[in-house]
């Protein structure tokens, strides 16, 4: 046998064991569904194991970049880790980022992924909503990215129960959209804001005044129980 028709057989043979293994290792299916149920599984694993490759390689290799390479690098590990949903990773990033470039044009995204990795964390409030000031109070009022970085401060403050202190940063947020920038983007962040608003307008607002008639035949009005936890349900004789 020459050489070339060795390494062709070996090839064959190579080609065929490939083709066996994934024959063999390829599950039947009973229809569409399971089929793309797997492989779309398959295919998250696969990705998620590429990301996880690629964070701890661009990690290994950040302590020898420097300037713009070193600023890409970590950016670009902060997504992947955030990919990951390895929140302590970002915060690491995030704050050795902001400890090398605190100047940096990015410092204010930055500081935002540090504020919401906190939160996932559940880092003490203080902390998390410094974070959110500091993302935008390096920005001036004029830099289009103001209003989402106030917005996702507006957010926070609504999940931690400070609504009051959210409608102001809202107002603020809806200030800083100028009139010249209403773009699609734009118009975007103002539903956000309205929506937002409206929701808390309407969690501030008193209960609307009625009198009703409970199962007893009690006349009750929710001014009797004000100062108190009432929870009313509303439903018709139809719906048991």
């Known amino acids: 046998m020459t050489r070339a028709t060795g390494t062709m057989v070996v090839g064959l043979l190579l080609t065929t064991g490939f083709l066996c293994s994934a024959r063999a290792e390829s599950p039947e299916f009973r229809d569409l569904k399971g089929w793309e149920e797997y492989y779309s599984s398959a295919e998250t694993r696969f990705q998620r194991e590429l990301d996880r490759k690629r964070y701890d390689s661009l990690v290994r290799m950040l302590p020898r970049l420097t300037g713009d390479y070193h600023v890409t690098a970590i950016r670009t590990a902060m997504s992947l880790a955030e990919r ?19 100047e940096n044009v990015y410092a204010s995204d930055v500081w935002v992924d540090l504020a919401e990795s906190l939160e996932t964390l559940g880092a003490p409030t203080g902390e998390i909503s410094d974070a959110y000031q500091a993302a935008f109070a390096r920005s001036n009022t004029k830099n289009r990215d103001r209003p989402r970085r106030l917005i996702s401060f507006a957010e926070y403050l609504i999940r931690s129960g ?77 719906c048991a």
Do not use: C
Request: no cysteine; hydrophobic share 40%.
């Open 84 to 102: 990951l949903g390895d929140a302590e990773s970002v915060a690491t990033l995030a704050r050795t980022f902001l400890k090398d470039y605190p």
């Open 162 to 238: 400070d609504r009051s202190k959210a409608k102001s940063v809202l107002q603020e947020a809806r200030d800083s959209i100028l009139p010249d920038t209403l773009t699609p983007s734009a118009k975007i962040l103002l539903d956000r804001i309205r929506i937002h608003m409206k929701n808390l307008s309407f969690h501030d607002a008193p209960p609307p005044p009625f009198r009703a008639k409970d199962l007893d035949g009690k006349v009750r009005s929710p001014a009797a129980y004000k100062g108190r936890i009432l929870l009313i349900d509303f439903w018709a004789t139809w």
